[in-house]
């Protein structure tokens, strides 16, 4: 009798505690459900994309919970679209969640068989433009770049070239062009040789690089060349060469002709008359 007692005493223990546990998974499920519901969304790191855009191409909505978001499809959705790059994202107590992106920005052209390609400062092509010049991209037309042979140009893909050194040197140089508010001012830029770079001005003058070991510092003393002679209105067909990274060396389309400086003809002195 005392051993069938324990046993029920034990069973009812045991539901008890299967009931209570159950109850409080159900408390906790309620609970999380509520902590992750996603009440508002930011946009960080958009520039000519609008937040709504971002926010659709993400796939995520006001209401969603956060545990059924994962990095990689967040990552997906909204790589989709060629001009987001996914960075990171959080997601703070008041339930706001915060989408970190790069707007990948068309900073660049290149013309291959016909055709314009606008590419972002990595070399990444954002569209075709056709065969006549995208006016509306902020930087100049590279030049100078190996591309693989047989290969094809694709949108949303790397610039297929030969020497994936050339993308790093002009990335380098269009970050730094930027930089120094000389992006919009330069129509050219050639990547041909690591060594003897250069770009040219909407004035028409030419910029000699040379590498692209501080660049900075030769973008700066070619953009205060620039602004002294500029009112001069000599700088079509210049020359400025700011290789050394030191100082610039102006050259001017057309250089000053010397006048010569008329000398009297000498006279002989009469001889001596002899005594």
């Known amino acids: 009798m005392r051993q069938r007692k324990r046993t029920k005493a034990s069973g009812r223990v045991l539901a008890t505690s299967i009931v209570v ?18 009440r508002d969304i930011m946009v960080v790191g958009n520039r000519n994309l609008l937040r709504e855009e971002v926010v659709t191409q993400s796939g995520v909505e006001i209401g969603d919970n956060l545990l059924t978001i994962t990095k990689q499809s967040l990552k997906n959705n909204l790589e989709a679209n060629r001009y987001i790059e996914y960075m990171s994202h959080g997601f703070d107590y008041r339930g706001t969640l915060t989408i970190n992106i790069n707007e990948r920005l068309g900073m660049a052209v290149v013309y291959d068989l016909g055709y314009y390609y606008v590419l972002d400062e ?60 000389m992006l919009a001012r330069t129509s050219q830029l050639d990547v041909g040789h690591a060594e003897n770079m ?67 003809t000498p006279t002989p002195e009469p001889s001596a008359t002899p005594r």
């Open 21 to 38: 546990v159950a109850a409080v998974s159900v408390l906790l499920v309620l609970v999380c459900s509520q902590v992750f519901i996603i």
């Open 122 to 181: 990595t070399g990444m092509v954002l569209e075709v433009a056709g065969s006549a010049y995208p006016t509306y991209v902020a930087g100049p037309q590279v030049t100078g770049f190996a591309i693989e042979p047989n290969s094809r140009i694709t949108v949303g893909e790397m610039l297929p070239v030969h020497d994936r050194n050339q993308l790093e040197r002009m990335k380098h140089i269009l970050s730094e062009m930027e930089k120094t508010n």
């Open 198 to 264: 250069y770009a040219m001005t909407a004035e028409g003058a030419s910029i000699v690089l040379g590498d692209d070991k501080n660049i900075r510092t030769k973008l700066l003393i070619a953009r205060e060349v620039l602004t002294v002679r500029e009112a001069r209105g000599d700088l079509k067909g210049a020359k400025i060469d700011v290789s050394s990274g030191r100082d610039a060396h102006y050259i001017p389309a057309t250089l000053p002709t010397i006048t010569p400086v008329p000398t009297a």
